[in-house]
């Protein structure tokens, strides 16, 4: 039986759970508060031992959730990096963490006097439908 975690958006908890494959999409209660909570995509190791689940679980807490690399297929129309990594945040329960990081770095520079970044060129979108058509004159 695999273990699933859930994530409670009320008391920003996370807590895993071993259910059966049926189970798997539905909600859990919150040990905590007993809300409802989401189930959250969480990182996985396939093992003999339980070695690889920590090691998987340690290297998953190390990285810079404000980098995280989403491929243009995994987007939705439209999306720029930045906007692909604040959605793959929000999407393994750490948004606000991201949120929070972007924040602090904004007033990092602001404090340096540096000016904002340049917001990237978006690359993403429908490049099969062709150009905009130009509005008619009035």
Same mark, same amino acid.
């Given at each position: ?54 090691a998987a679980r340690r290297a ?32 393994l329960g750490r948004g606000a ?7 602090? %770095? ?5 404090? +340096?006097?540096? @000016?904002? /970044? =340049? !917001?990237? %060129? ?5 490049? +099969?439908?062709? @150009?905009? /058509? =130009? !509005?008619?004159?009035?």
């Amino acid at each position: 039986m695999p273990i699933y975690e859930w994530r409670c958006a009320a008391c920003e908890i996370t807590f895993e759970a071993l259910e059966p494959a049926v189970r798997a999409n539905s909600r859990k209660r919150c040990p905590q508060c007993g809300r409802a909570a989401r189930r959250a995509v969480s990182t996985f190791a396939i093992s003999s031992g339980n070695g690889a689940v920590i090691a998987a679980r340690r290297a998953a807490a190390g990285l810079d959730i404000t980098n995280l690399k989403v491929p243009p297929f995994a987007r939705l129309c439209g999306m720029d990096d930045h906007s692909a990594s604040r959605f793959a945040a929000y999407k393994l329960g750490r948004g606000a963490e991201f949120d929070d990081k972007i924040q602090a %770095r904004a007033e990092q520079r602001e404090a +340096r006097g540096e @000016p904002p /970044p =340049k !917001p990237p %060129r978006n690359r993403g979108g429908h490049h +099969r439908h062709g @150009p905009r /058509p =130009k !509005p008619a004159p009035h």
